[in-house]
């Protein structure tokens, strides 16, 4: 059974920083990149950051300089730390798993709520 669980969301105000963490299935996050996603309301999910098993990342413009994400392979976790935080950020925020093996399919947490606001 594959599980993607997230945590770290949140309210913050802007300028402030949270930092996001998934949890995934050793079985899955070993072949996997993993990456950020976050849907605001009315907009189509996109993705935030990315992130390879060699640690190759990449970034949405509107993020660059002000998050990172990172992989701990050897505790399966990914986090996003996400810092200068400003209202446009307010979203759902979804950690998934998009497997290099081909037949398998990609994999989605639950998502977690990060609200910027003063």
């Known amino acids: 059974q594959v599980q993607l669980v997230e945590s770290g969301g949140g309210l913050v105000q802007p300028g402030g920083s949270l930092r996001l963490s998934c949890a995934a299935s050793?079985?899955?996050?070993?072949?996997?990149?993993m990456g950020w996603y976050r849907q605001a309301p009315g907009k189509q999910r996109e993705l935030v950051a990315a992130i390879t098993g060699g640690g190759t990342t990449k970034y949405a413009d509107s993020v660059k300089g002000r998050f990172t994400i990172s992989r701990d392979n050897a505790q399966n976790m990914v986090y996003l730390q996400m810092n200068s935080l400003k209202p446009e950020d307010t979203a759902v925020y979804y950690c998934n798993a998009d497997p290099i093996i081909d037949g398998y399919p990609e994999y989605w947490g639950q998502g977690t709520q990060v609200t910027v606001s003063s």
């Open positions: 050793r079985n899955i996050f070993s072949i996997s990149h």
